[in-house]
């Protein structure tokens, strides 16, 4: 059974360019969350989906950032006119079960640069 | 505000020592309790989970206690080795659909 697999691994942009961040969780696994980790802080909740349903998106800034979890495919973190602050490593995490039971598991998270 | 605070921030052993991470929160409420590691510039590895009906989980070496009423949890870790160089990561979910991390405690075991 694979991990969590997150890509692309590192990705570049340029002040306004758009990123993309795809989340396959582990088979079975109908619950994605979304962290981000900026240089030398904790990780920070973003947004929890299940399948086709955002959840909780209280993390996640108002503008510019958007996640989706359709009902085939990878989930996708999405951030439009990147700005250099946008710089972190995302992190995506999947569990069979709503957080307040099961276990989550994270993948190895996309490093975001924005130059 | 629910927060969970980590002490120490950093810690350096020799091998071979037994070790003991603390992690506490506010509001006694918790669902459960997770305890992480995270090498630099990796993932985050799942190390125990601990219910909140639950008082100790052990893996191996590490053993994981609860206390809710108090806001406590520790990690011990014997006899630490090199390999165990790391950031250690507490994370209580509260319900409300998050985990919510203290800032971790750096570790490093020299040979």
């Known amino acids: 059974n694979a991990g969590v697999m997150q890509n692309p691994r590192h990705l570049v942009r340029r002040r306004g360019q758009e990123a993309r961040l795809r989340c396959s969780p582990m088979k079975g696994h109908s619950h994605v969350y979304w962290y981000r980790q900026l240089p030398e802080e904790g990780l920070k909740f973003m947004v929890y989906l299940q399948k086709e349903n955002i959840i909780d998106e209280s993390g996640m800034p108002k503008e510019r950032f958007s996640a989706e979890f359709p009902k085939e495919g990878p989930s996708i973190l999405r951030i439009q006119q990147v700005v250099r602050g946008d710089s972190a490593a995302y992190f995506c995490?999947?569990?069979?079960?709503?957080?307040?039971?099961?276990?989550?598991?994270f993948g190895e998270g996309s490093r975001l640069t924005v130059l | 505000k629910q927060e969970v605070t980590q002490i120490p921030a950093a810690l350096s052993v020799p091998e071979g020592e037994n070790l003991v991470l603390n992690c506490s929160f506010t509001?006694?409420?918790?669902?459960?309790l997770q305890w992480f590691r995270q090498d630099p510039g990796k993932g985050l590895t799942s190390l125990l989970l601990i219910q909140s009906s639950q008082r100790e989980q052990t893996s191996g070496r590490l053993n994981a206690s609860l206390d809710k009423s108090s806001g406590r949890s520790t990690l011990y870790i014997a006899a630490s080795q090199p390999g165990d160089s790391a950031t250690y990561l507490c994370?209580?979910?509260?319900?409300?659909?998050?985990?919510?991390f203290g800032a971790g405690t750096r570790l490093a075991v020299h040979p």
């Open positions: 995490a999947s569990s069979p079960l709503p957080g307040a039971v099961g276990e989550l598991f």
């Open positions: 994370a209580v979910f509260w319900g409300y659909n998050k985990l919510i």
């Open positions: 509001d006694s409420a918790i669902y459960n």
